[in-house]
Structures are given as structure tokens and as C-alpha cells.
């Protein structure tokens, strides 16, 4: 019986011998919190970049907090600044470039973030300050039992056809990507004014049927509760999708404007090291093609490789990607609130 009993104990204490050195690798690993956005976003990054950042650094546990848009991560990036919980936080590049204004972010470091050194320049902010991560461009969405013509033009919008089928919500950053378009189609610069632009917004306001669709615009146009209407490629694409091409997406021929989303180092991080690890993976060619695959996002890195037909789905046709305008969203940051507030009060409350 005493021997049975010390074989017991003794086989207790091999087998916590043997855990031991797992559970300290595993309090050793660092916990890298990124703030991000919630829903299809979050279910593909992750799967797309943290997992498999993950699986090759398995030092680093990466936490994501979903957050519903730019402005909640911005205000709780201030709650936080005197002692940040979260490390990284992916915004809006408008809204990005107010939170570097206000000190909230650090600047990236080359050396432990070599591959800033690829991408495209409009990727870049100034002083390394973020990285862009991403680019989605405005498109046209359709319900293709419910439009007769598919558009391919800007213009298209504005067509007798959709009188009162037509879901516009342009009061956030759709309107406001949606003026310089239209500016610099009737010949103008958006820098310059943007009446143009503003005027041309108010001939379609007459055929809007909705404003605010719900739950959201790729929802109301595959219910056929909207024929038509704008919003971005990428979530178009994927619907596109799912919806076996009840919902169509295109790039009209004048060419769009990329939306793009930034990943930034949050300034007074004590996990500074990790967390650019793992914005230098965020950035590589192979992260970028796989969720380019996923959601249909533009790369950013100059050496990703993507097939023919899924940049076509990307950027529209050749000479469509052409014409993209690579806006001043450094400049527009303070200019974005005054524009929406236009919006609301000339266009949808005139």
C-alpha cells in the first residue's frame, strides 16, 4: 500500500515536472491587444493575418477588441493614453491622422518593420506614423432582377430608372470619398471647391428612396428592398457572393477612390517589439494576398501577387484602376466633419 502510494506521489510530481516548463513558455508569451472592427472584418483578419501570425510566433498571443467604427477606437484610445491597454488600433487613415495629431500614436520603427520599406508611397503616412493595411474603393451596388441596365458610370445614379429604388447614404465617409469624385468629373478639384460636386448630389437627392437602409445598404439591395445604390467593394464582392450574383458590384468607368484603413502603434505601449512584429507580418505580400482573397481589399505591398480575375474584382477593369484618385486624406481629416454636415444639411435636409 506505501509503495503503491509513493509511485503515485512520485508520478504527481513527474508529470508537474513535465507541465512545468509549458505553463512558463506559456506565461511568457506576450499578449498583443489590437483595437479593431467588429463583424465580417474582424472574422477575416483574423483568420486571414493574426492566425497565421500566431502559428509562426508562437511567443505572441495576439487579443483583438472589436470596436464598431474609427470613432469609438479613437475614444478609447484617449481614455486610455495615460496608460494604454490597447498596443495597436486600426482606423480610418482620416480618422488616423487626427489621433497622430493629438500624440496618440508612436512612429514605426524601419528596422523592426522592414517591409514599410514596399509599399506603395500613398501607404506611408508621414514620420512613420501607421501603416495603411488596406484599401477599399466606393462602388456601385445592384440587384440584378431589379436593374435592367447595369450602370457603369457615376452618372448612372442619377437615371429616371431608379426614381425612388436608389439607397444613398452618403452622411459618414461615403460622401465624402463621393464629392471629389464628382468634382473632379465635372472638371474641378476637390482642394479648390466642391460645390460641383455638392450641386450634382443635389439632382440625385430627388430619386433617393432611402438615406439610412437597413440594416445596411448591401442588405436593402439584395432584399430588393433598393434596386440600386453605393457603397464599398469589398463587402459588395463578398455579398456578391453569397448571395449567388443576386448582388452585382462595379467600379464605374470615371474611376472610384480607395478607402483606406491604418494600423497603428499606440503611443506608451510597454509591448512595443511585439506588437511591430506583428504590423511587419500585417504588411507582407503573403499576409496581404490572403486577405485580399477574404474580403476582396486592395494590398498594399508592391509585391503582392494577385490572380487576374481577383484584381479585376479589386480595383474593376485596367484602365478603371487608372483613373483611381489617390485623395489627400491628411488634408480632407479637417475638413471631413464640415463636409458631412453639408451633406446632411444641403443635400439630404434640402
Excluded: C
Excluded at 464598431?68 to 495615460?82: D, G, I, P
Excluded at 488600433?89 to 491622422?97: E, F, G, K, M, R
Excluded at 505580400?285 to 477574404?294: I, S, V
Amino acid at each position: 500500500m506505501q509503495l503503491r502510494l509513493l509511485l503515485k506521489v512520485l508520478a504527481t510530481a513527474a508529470a508537474a515536472a513535465l507541465a512545468l516548463p509549458a505553463a512558463q513558455a506559456q506565461q511568457a508569451r506576450t499578449e498583443v491587444t489590437i483595437a479593431g472592427f467588429f463583424g465580417l472584418f474582424q472574422d477575416k483578419y483574423s483568420e486571414a493575418v493574426i492566425a497565421p501570425f500566431e502559428k509562426a510566433h508562437p511567443d505572441i498571443k495576439i487579443s483583438y477588441r472589436p470596436v464598431k467604427n474609427s470613432a469609438e477606437t479613437l475614444a478609447l484610445l484617449r481614455l486610455q493614453k495615460a496608460k494604454p491597454v490597447v498596443d495597436l488600433a486600426i482606423l480610418d487613415v482620416s480618422v488616423a491622422a487626427g489621433a497622430n495629431r493629438e500624440g496618440l500614436f508612436a512612429p514605426l520603427d524601419d528596422k523592426l518593420v522592414p517591409n514599410l520599406a514596399d509599399l506603395y508611397p500613398w501607404a506611408r503616412p508621414a514620420k512613420n506614423l501607421g501603416a495603411v493595411i488596406s484599401r477599399d474603393d466606393l462602388a456601385i451596388v445592384y440587384n440584378t432582377k431589379l436593374v435592367k441596365t447595369p450602370p457603369t458610370s457615376w452618372a448612372d445614379l442619377a437615371s429616371p430608372e431608379f426614381k425612388r429604388k436608389l439607397a444613398f447614404p452618403i452622411a459618414d465617409t461615403r460622401g465624402v470619398v463621393l464629392l471629389p469624385i464628382l468634382t473632379r468629373i465635372a472638371g474641378q478639384d476637390y482642394k479648390q471647391t466642391i460645390e460641383p460636386g455638392i450641386a450634382r448630389l443635389k439632382e440625385i437627392a430627388p430619386l433617393v428612396q432611402t438615406w439610412e437602409p437597413q440594416p445596411d445598404i448591401y442588405t436593402a439591395v439584395r432584399s430588393g428592398q433598393s434596386a440600386i445604390g453605393i457603397g464599398w467593394n469589398g463587402r459588395g464582392q463578398y455579398t456578391h457572393d453569397i448571395s449567388q450574383g443576386e448582388v452585382a458590384v462595379v467600379i464605374p468607368k470615371e474611376g472610384s477612390v480607395g478607402q483606406l484603413n491604418t494600423l497603428n502603434l499606440v503611443a506608451g505601449t510597454p509591448r512595443t517589439a511585439a506588437a511591430q512584429q506583428f504590423v511587419n507580418y500585417a504588411l507582407s505580400p503573403e499576409a496581404q494576398a490572403r486577405f485580399a482573397a477574404a474580403v476582396f481589399y486592395g494590398p498594399i505591398n508592391t509585391k503582392t501577387q494577385l490572380s487576374p480575375a481577383l484584381r479585376q474584382r479589386i480595383y474593376g477593369l485596367p484602365e478603371t484602376e487608372q483613373r483611381a484618385i489617390q485623395l489627400d486624406w491628411e488634408w480632407i481629416a479637417d475638413r471631413y466633419a464640415p463636409w458631412v454636415q453639408r451633406i446632411k444639411r444641403e443635400v439630404i435636409g434640402g
